[in-house]
């Protein structure tokens, strides 16, 4: 199984940025799909997610800002970034868990990208 995440880069506070995450090796309709976010000297934290019917879940740190989505057809997932703040600078992982469930929780995913860097400058 291989999740590579793309799309991250250096923007100014109130641009956007769309995140990418293309799944490969796996059954990608059978599984609910989230964005993680590691700010340096901060834990791992749920951004949202999304189920196979395409149910959301959003942190209330990124609510009306963010928007999750995915593609089953071409096994990918995307997060769309806009009114982007200094304080959504981290690295961005995504994420996958059998099932159609939400967990926030990072250890309850059973497979994780390799990350793309997010810095937002004010």
């Known amino acids: 199984v291989q999740l590579q995440a793309s799309g991250g880069g250096s923007v100014q506070a109130g641009d956007s940025l769309r995140l990418s995450c293309a799944a490969s090796?796996?059954?990608?309709?059978?599984?609910?799909m989230g964005w993680f976010r590691q700010a340096p000297g901060k834990e791992q934290e749920f951004v949202a997610g999304?189920?196979?019917?395409?149910?959301?879940s959003y942190a209330d740190s990124v609510k009306g800002r963010f928007t999750i989505s995915r593609d089953n057809g071409q096994n990918t997932m995307y997060l769309q970034m806009n009114s982007l703040k200094p304080e959504d600078t981290a690295v961005y992982y995504c994420?996958?868990?059998?099932?159609?469930?939400?967990?926030?929780?990072?250890?309850?995913?059973?497979?994780w990208g390799q990350g793309t860097l997010v810095t937002v400058s004010s």
């Open positions: 994420a996958a868990r059998a099932g159609q469930m939400v967990y926030y929780s990072p250890a309850r995913y059973d497979y």
């Open positions: 090796g796996l059954t990608f309709s059978g599984y609910y």
């Open positions: 999304i189920s196979r019917r395409g149910a959301t």
